[in-house]
């Protein structure tokens, strides 16, 4: 399925999400890797097979090998830490003080530019809510050099590609 398909697919009261999904494609304040990895990483964290099949098919060739596993990787990790993360901060207590005995090696040599990963990191944070989390990396990548038009861009997509998966997995519930 392409991004047209997947656009086509949403019913009219989803007509914004249409409309964003189509500008975000082409977002001009980030590269192409950043808006492309945005994509996947956020398609992925938003678990809905029909949104992760055609964002791969649409915005994977765009990246190469090594990004697109960057892509998914920031998507799995985030997965795992945005949980254990959220947990501590949330809770608080003597578990923010505990080492997190996690191993997170792909986030010392990602693959890719260290600031595009931390962007797609964030991205995925923003979908699964773990506010420290996107501290963090908001931190890193405005650090990199990213302004705060790419980091927004980056959560646009991340927002969108979220609502539009949430819209299909609706409409497939209705239709079954």
Same mark, same amino acid.
């Given at each position: 399925?392409?991004l047209e398909a997947l656009r086509a697919r949403l019913p009219d009261y989803a007509r914004d999400l249409k409309l964003n999904l189509g500008s975000l494609a082409?977002?001009?304040?980030?590269?192409?890797? +950043?808006? !492309?990895?945005?994509?996947?990483?956020?398609?992925? !964290?938003?678990?809905?097979?029909?949104?992760? +099949? !055609?964002?791969? =098919?649409?915005?994977?060739?765009? #990246?190469?090998?090594? %990004?697109?596993?960057?892509?998914? %990787?920031?998507?799995?990790?985030?997965?795992?830490?945005?949980?254990?993360?959220?947990?501590?901060?949330?809770?608080?207590?003597?578990?923010?003080? #505990?080492? =997190?005995?996690?191993?997170?090696?792909?986030?010392?040599?990602?693959?890719?530019?260290?600031?595009?990963?931390?962007?797609?990191?964030?991205?995925?944070? =923003?979908?699964?809510?773990?506010?420290?989390?996107?501290?963090?990396?908001?931190? @890193? /990548?405005?650090?990199?050099?990213?302004?705060?038009?790419?980091?927004?861009? !980056?959560?646009?997509?991340?927002? /969108? @590609?979220?609502?539009?998966?949430?819209? @299909?997995?609706?409409?497939?519930?209705?239709?079954?």
């Amino acid at each position: 399925m392409s991004l047209e398909a997947l656009r086509a697919r949403l019913p009219d009261y989803a007509r914004d999400l249409k409309l964003n999904l189509g500008s975000l494609a082409t977002e001009p304040v980030l590269t192409e890797q +950043q808006r !492309a990895g945005s994509f996947v990483a956020s398609a992925i !964290a938003s678990r809905n097979a029909v949104v992760t +099949q !055609a964002i791969i =098919a649409e915005f994977g060739p765009l #990246l190469s090998a090594e %990004a697109l596993v960057a892509a998914k %990787a920031a998507a799995a990790i985030m997965g795992m830490n945005n949980v254990y993360y959220r947990f501590t901060h949330l809770v608080g207590g003597d578990y923010p003080g #505990l080492p =997190a005995k996690l191993r997170m090696n792909v986030m010392a040599k990602p693959g890719v530019d260290k600031v595009d990963f931390e962007l797609w990191s964030l991205a995925v944070s =923003a979908i699964n809510g773990c506010g420290m989390c996107m501290e963090s990396h908001e931190k @890193v /990548v405005r650090h990199g050099g990213l302004s705060s038009e790419q980091v927004q861009a !980056a959560v646009r997509i991340a927002a /969108v @590609v979220h609502a539009v998966a949430g819209v @299909v997995d609706a409409e497939d519930a209705l239709a079954g």
